[in-house]
């Protein structure tokens, strides 16, 4: 087994006397789809923001690809490989669908700091953000404004943008998130596919979807890993059952 | 409705028809009108950078206009009373050139814009607001206490400074000199909103987030923006100055930087011309509305009001059925 691209050792972040992420060690494997689940409250927002870099741990380790970036920015984390997706949409509503894809692909490029040249007339930089667009599906929508996008094609642009910055591990915090049956199809079969280019560490509710896409399931609930195994093994899990899935499930 | 592409130039085209008219009818007062139109829109399209595009609402802006026009009046002042300014060991004359009082003053501005927005960007809303505005009163207050350059008088300039090869005093003159400095900032502008470094700023005010998250710095962006946006309405403020050959306390006073957000909204936030139709609007109504009424400010304030219940875009937005962007 190759070193994982992305870990966390041991993390934790309290709020007060609350442990929001207590004693959390994670790893994401080339290749892989690990998803992580977890009641409402589970502490799994306070997990994104200690990897993304939003929150700062109070003890523990993120590493990616082998170097720590605990302290990093969430811009360098950027740079050194890390493309997250946001369970909101954090587009520029006002730009066009390219425009967004160019900004994801400036970032990548490290060199915003040009004020006369037209960016849209820089060929790296579209050409980046158009084989990101292409392979989302968006490539024929690229002039329209993304306000007037539909929530599932915010979703896929969403995406898009993380792929401008050729990640080498993405964090994709609920992907799913408001898309119908039909949308979240779709959505699953691309991530699908995705997982080859880069890993992904897949926050999701939809549990279909989590069924289907992920090679292996974390459980967290009130801030620890309660399990980590493969579908099967956390469909039977008891201790998952009692805390998440009901026991129907 | 009409494509902005057209607004525009129609726009340059009234601003140049309505001096030369003038010029040829011998009016020469209308011709200065129109010089204080320019000069204000080139203010404003500084301010038209972190307002319309970065998103920062600065109401401090008077304080690179009053920086620009102090750095006149100071060089001017030394020069027209033959006594070198002395800062400690350096010694500098004063000069009566505009290109050596411009480059002053927008350095300078500049330098205070870097401070201030060191300070100030990575406020939002409200707070972003108060420290700019309080920024102001500081320049404000301090100019008046500033008794060497006549304190609350202000100060006088006999001559208008000299640009090589022109008659600076002919109005006209004058005129082509701000105009052409209106269109290259303008061209500026387009050019800045069109680079790599627009399309980062226009993101950072739309959605800091995903901006750090593909590994820009927003904060940075807006910096630099508010520096360049400074520097450009301090140029105007040494214009503003030389026009008026005057300087006083009122170029820092905060209606000025309202004044400045105001002509912005009236024309469209954002846009190109906005700030030109703004300040085109702003001048005729003072003197128009001004000549019939001493309480123009309340029918400012109605029109205003309109533009702002009524279209988010100003009269650009209005013209082209577009909404501008959201600050």
Known sequence: MSDPVLATRNLMKSFGALKATNDVTIDLRVGEIHAIIGPNGAGKSTLIGLITGNLAPDSGAVDLQGREITRASVEHRAHAGLGRTFQISALAMEDTVLENAVLGALGASGRPWRFWRSVLGDPDLTGRAMAALEQVGLADHRNTVCRELSHGQRRQLEVAVALTLEPKAFLMDEPMAGLGAEGSTTMTGFLDGLRAQAPILLVEHDMDAVFALADRISVLDYGRIIATGTVDEIRTHPDVRSAYLGEDA | MIAERHINWAVIALFLIIPIGALLLDEPFTITLATKAAVLALAA??????????????????????????????????????????????????????????????????????????????????????????????????????????????????????????????????????????????????????????????????????????????????????????????????????????????????????????????????????PVIGAGLFVILEHWLGGLTDYWHVWLGAILLGIVLFGRGGVIGFLTGKEGPHV
Not at chain 2, 53 to 71: D, E, K, P, R
Not at chain 2, 73 to 81: C, K, N, R, S
Not at chain 2, 110 to 120: R, T
Not at chain 2, 150 to 157: P, V
């Open chain 2, 45 to 274: 399209v500084g301010l038209n950078i972190a307002l319309g595009i970065g998103g920062l609402v600065s109401l401090g802006h008077a304080v690179f206009f009053g920086l620009g026009g102090y750095a006149m009046g100071i060089l001017a002042f030394h020069a027209q009373t033959y006594s070198p300014l002395e800062l400690g060991p350096l010694t500098i004359a004063g000069t009566k050139s505009m290109p050596v009082i411009w480059i002053t003053a927008m350095l300078v501005s500049a330098l205070i814009a870097w401070i201030i927005g060191l300070l100030s960007v990575r406020t939002t809303g409200v707070y972003f607001i108060m420290i700019t505005l309080a920024f102001g009163q500081m320049f404000f207050y301090f100019s008046i206490s500033c008794s060497a350059y006549g304190g609350e008088d202000g100060l006088s300039i006999y001559v208008r400074n000299g640009f090589p090869g022109l008659n600076t005093l002919v109005p006209i003159q004058f005129f082509g000199l701000c105009f052409a400095l209106l269109c290259i900032a303008l061209f500026i502008f387009a050019r800045l909103r069109a680079s790599a470094f627009g399309l980062a700023l226009n993101a950072s005010r739309q959605t800091p987030a995903r901006v750090q998250t593909v590994g820009l710095n927003p904060l940075r962006m807006k910096l630099v923006a508010f520096v360049i946006s400074g520097a450009i309405t301090g140029l105007a403020g040494a214009l503003f100055a030389d026009l008026n050959r005057f300087v006083s306390p009122v170029m820092f006073s905060w209606q000025l930087s309202g004044e400045l957000i105001i002509l912005i909204i009236m024309g469209g936030v954002g846009r190109l011309m906005g």
